[in-house]
């Protein structure tokens, strides 16, 4: 189990560079060729896994309302269940975000109208996350599922995995990566576009992340690729510490004292 757990904190930051490339194919910044984009963005959600489909419409959604109530996590008003809010905040910081996503996907795929019914549409956090498949439909993110399980069948039968061993990997990934999903946004202003941080990391997480790191470059440049957000973040906001944002998170959510900021439209 030991040995188990230190794979596991190797696969996490393997696993974060995957996540890295599928991001760029969100972006159409993987592949110059559109289909060989798209299907290199298939491959890399198989490891996440999640279908490219799914998180191709999400994360827009994210551009759009970053630091709205839709997205504001560090955050409380007057009038919040703090209990609930607390729960949130601390389960994200624990790795409990990741397992959302194949939850999340596997709802989708299966009982799309389940997002829709008042639990769903109430809550602030999945309140707009999954209008846009109104409009793109579900069938892509139904095939990609397809294909995603038996891509993991296949897997088992030829590398002879271990299911205790592989909830480990995910385990400490989960926790990895849910956190750094975060981590460049809390307690930044409330402004879609420039609620983001430049992170100083260390040169060789820089590029394990493909420069995500410099996530208030990506968020003001969206379509600009990986190999370019360093340079542009030479004429950036310096990067504050990872570390001390990071030790910041724990301490918890804060009260409220800007506007939310409007909801931009989609883009793609």
């Known amino acids: 189990t030991i040995q188990a757990v230190l794979l596991g904190i190797v696969f996490s930051f393997l696993l974060l560079t995957n996540y890295a490339l599928l991001h760029e194919a969100t972006h159409d910044n993987l592949h110059a060729n559109p289909r060989a984009n798209r299907w290199f963005g298939v491959l890399a959600g198989f490891l996440f896994p999640i279908p490219f489909s799914m998180i191709r419409v999400t994360h827009t959604v994210h551009h759009c309302c970053n630091r709205t109530d ?31 996503i194949p939850v999340g996907t596997v709802i989708l795929a299966t009982f799309p109208a389940l997002l829709r019914t008042k639990p769903f549409r109430k809550a602030r956090t999945t309140g707009v996350l999954f209008d846009d498949f109104a409009l793109h439909g579900v069938a892509p993110v139904r095939i990609e599922v397809a294909l995603m399980l038996l891509y993991w069948v296949l897997l088992f039968q030829l590398l002879d995995l271990n299911w205790p061993h592989l909830l480990i990997l995910y385990a400490c990934f989960a926790f990895n990566w849910s956190t750094r999903q975060y981590v460049t946004h809390a307690f930044t202003p409330r402004d879609v576009v420039n609620g983001a941080l430049n992170l100083q990391v260390s040169t060789p997480m820089s590029w394990l992340l493909l420069k995500g790191n410099w996530d208030l470059v990506h968020h003001q440049q969206p379509r600009l690729p990986w190999t370019e957000l360093e340079r542009a973040g030479q004429s950036s906001v310096a990067p504050v510490s990872f570390w001390r944002q990071y030790a910041r998170m724990w301490r918890g959510p804060v009260p409220n004292t800007e506007p939310a900021p409007e909801k931009l439209p989609a883009q793609n």
Do not use: A, I, R, V
């Open 70 to 100: 839709h997205e504001m996590f560090d955050l409380y008003y007057p009038g919040d269940n703090m209990f609930l809010k607390l729960g949130q905040w601390y389960s994200l910081l624990c790795g409990l975000f990741w397992p959302c």
